[in-house]
């Protein structure tokens, strides 16, 4: 563990020294902000525009959901823009063959920070949410949230081939949030279509309480993750 600790110093290092990655840090809390306040205010305005008791209100657990999933995921993010940058320069090569070997490099650079990514999620959730759901859940959400984190960063290591590549790549990761709103909005068996999305499972986790469906929600993230693994394992050799 202590050399992995000693891996992740250099990662803070880059973090710190660079503005966008440092933006990734801050990228929650201001769009937790914009859920917390402008959703509410846009629901006033339309229940008056309409003369309607509700628009929004029954949907706000989407908005939390995504806050769940956005945060873990702008967290690895750096991580992800750090380990293309050592990729190119071979740093990351010279890791994988030292004492850490290439899942204590991966710790270093993607698990540390989903790790820190679930204390900050579940803050921010705690201060954001607006649709009331409990502690508990909260934390359900947040390991999940963070587990799909992981899938993005080891989609965006293994198929980009820089950092440009790595930034397109994590917005056409953003399909892996679609199992939210497939929860809420499709109806009849073709919703399970969906549910090779942890998202998913996620969405059906919050709106029904069934808390098996926290386990779906690991089981397919444990079956993405080990595919990308292998290849994430075959880039650095």
């Not at 945060?71 to 190119?88: H, K, Q, R, S």
Request: glycine letters at 8%.
């Amino acid at each position: 563990m202590k050399k992995i600790f000693r891996a992740f110093v250099p990662f803070i290092a880059e973090v710190t020294h660079d503005f966008m990655l440092t933006a990734c840090m801050l990228g929650p809390i201001l769009t937790g902000m914009a859920f917390r306040f402008m959703v509410p205010f846009a629901e006033a305005f339309l229940c008056e525009y309409f003369d309607a008791v509700q628009i929004l209100a029954p949907y706000y657990i989407i908005f939390d959901l995504l806050l769940a999933i956005m945060t873990p995921i702008l967290f690895c993010f750096a991580g992800v823009l750090v380990i293309l940058e050592e990729l190119d320069c071979d740093v990351a090569k010279y890791y994988a063959v030292t004492p850490i070997g290439r899942s204590g490099y991966l710790l270093s650079r993607i698990g540390m920070p989903t790790v820190a990514s679930l204390l900050y999620n579940i803050v921010l959730l705690c201060i954001f949410s607006i649709s009331g759901i409990d502690f508990f859940m909260l934390i359900l959400l947040s390991i999940s949230g963070g587990l799909i984190a992981v899938i993005t960063s080891l989609l965006v290591v293994s198929f980009a081939k820089n950092k440009m590549e790595g930034m397109a790549l994590v917005k056409l990761c953003g399909i892996l949030m679609i199992g939210v709103p497939a929860a809420c909005f499709v109806s009849g068996p073709m919703r399970y279509l969906f549910g090779i999305l942890p998202s998913f499972w996620m969405a059906e986790l919050c709106l029904t309480k069934n808390y098996w469906y926290f386990l779906l929600s690991v089981i397919t993230s444990c079956l993405m993750l080990g595919g990308l693994y292998g290849k994430f394992k075959k880039k650095l050799l």
